[in-house]
């Protein structure tokens, strides 16, 4: 009985394991086109609202790339361009932030890929010339990994 619980507590170790040191070494690639909406005269009219670029907060949380929210028909989004990279980890997540702190809670989604372009819709109660930062953040750890301050264009 007692080796089947060494066993198990291994296993569950190695597992756990995984979970957090993989992530450094996986890097997943999007390539998620901007969504087409339809409007009443059925064109797909994208509006650059704002745009940032990436930076990181030390040499393990880093990222780079272009971050922009665009408007498309009544719906807006964070859009995260091709030239975006970031380092993975566990459980990381997009977020909102302002004033240099990230708003927990703020969260649009799970992160879709490491590297490349995707989309994050902002929820209709969330006005785009409000917003200041997107982030980057580790749910599991508390942990920033990248954001972008957004200026209007």
């Known amino acids: 009985m007692k080796?089947?619980?060494?066993?198990?507590?291994?296993?569950?170790?190695?597992?756990?394991?995984?979970?957090l040191v993989s992530p450094f070494f996986i890097d997943k690639k999007v390539s998620e086109d901007l969504p087409i909406v339809q409007t009443q005269d059925m064109?797909?009219?994208?509006?650059?609202?704002?745009?940032?670029?990436?930076?990181?907060?030390?040499?393990v949380h880093t990222g780079s790339g272009t971050a922009r929210i665009v408007t498309i028909g009544t719906k807006n989004y964070i859009r995260f361009d091709e030239d975006f990279n970031v380092n993975n980890g566990p459980d990381l997540y997009v977020g909102l932030g302002e004033?240099?702190?990230?708003?927990?809670?703020?969260?649009?989604?799970?992160l879709k890929g490491t590297i490349g372009s995707q989309n994050y819709e902002l929820p209709q109660n969330i006005d785009p010339a409000e917003v200041t930062e997107v982030w980057v953040?580790?749910?599991a750890f508390s942990v920033?990994?990248?954001?972008?301050?957004?200026?209007?264009?």
Do not use: H, M
């Open 137 to 139: 953040w580790c749910r």
């Open 43 to 59: 064109t797909n009219q994208v509006k650059e609202v704002k745009k940032g670029t990436f930076t990181g907060f030390d040499k």
């Open 144 to 153: 920033p990994f990248t954001k972008a301050v957004l200026e209007n264009i």
């Open 99 to 110: 004033n240099g702190s990230y708003i927990k809670g703020s969260e649009l989604g799970k």
């Open 3 to 19: 080796k089947i619980i060494i066993i198990i507590g291994i296993l569950l170790v190695l597992i756990l394991g995984y979970w």
